[in-house]
């Protein structure tokens, strides 16, 4: 079945550049994204990638997909405090089916 | 545009007690999904919707029952709630085939005492 593995804690200072990472097993998934919650609130969908795509930008996040190895990667460019949050990396097979989540990232930024 | 209410944002049930959970899009989505996040577990998949008229089963349907109403509304259903259902609940809707992108509401908090 599918699976999504995240480490569950990063730490950085202010102003640093924030890498977070996951895995996933199934190579057929056709979606990849990246959602952040911060507490006591929903999920806020962040970016996506599709599978034929190696890399997207947007603004400070840059989001880099290794097909081969089925790593994906979330970059945030000058992390500030607002970054905080918990990070959640999923993968979908379709349009259709439901998204398969990781246990979460919790980023801490430091002042 | 209000995207995914859920209603209600808080509920406190004693064991047995039965309650639904009500969660409705406004965004002509084709499919739905119920998940749940505990503590260090992530989100899991409760029952999703694909398309009006069907529901199937996700990674943990015990004690949970639901209905797809139409196009824009899909309610989970707690029988006879347990302690073990204390939780967060989310639902979420998306396009279908072709589109990508998956909206969240803002949760349900159930306690069960």
């Known amino acids: 079945g599918e699976d999504v593995e995240q480490s569950l804690f990063l730490s950085v200072r202010e102003g640093d550049s924030s890498v977070i990472n996951c895995t996933y097993t199934?190579?057929?998934?056709?979606?990849l994204y990246w959602y952040k919650q911060e507490p006591g609130a929903g999920l806020q969908l962040l970016t996506y990638i599709f599978s034929n795509m190696d890399m997207k930008q947007d603004q400070r996040l840059t989001v880099l997909l290794n097909k081969k190895d089925k790593h994906l990667s979330l970059r945030i460019a000058d992390t500030q405090t607002g970054d905080s949050a918990i990070y959640f990396c999923a993968e979908s097979l379709t349009g259709n089916t439901p998204l398969v989540f990781g246990k979460g990232t919790r980023l801490s930024v430091i002042a | 545009n209000a995207g995914v209410t859920q209603t209600p944002k808080f509920q406190v049930l004693k064991t047995g007690q039965s309650m639904t959970l009500q969660c409705a899009q406004d965004m002509n989505h084709n499919s739905m999904y119920w998940y749940r996040q505990d503590p260090g577990m992530g989100l899991r998949l409760i029952y999703y919707?694909?398309?009006?008229?069907?529901?199937d089963k996700g990674e943990v349907p015990n004690g949970y029952n639901v209905s797809r109403l139409n196009k824009r509304e899909f309610s989970l259903r707690l029988e006879s709630a347990a302690p073990s259902q204390t939780s967060v609940y989310f639902c979420?809707?998306?396009?279908?085939?072709?589109?990508?992108?998956?909206?969240f509401g803002q949760g349900t908090r159930l306690t069960v005492v």
């Open positions: 979420a809707s998306r396009g279908g085939q072709g589109e990508a992108k998956a909206f």
């Open positions: 199934d190579s057929s998934s056709t979606y």
């Open positions: 919707s694909a398309s009006e008229g069907t529901t």
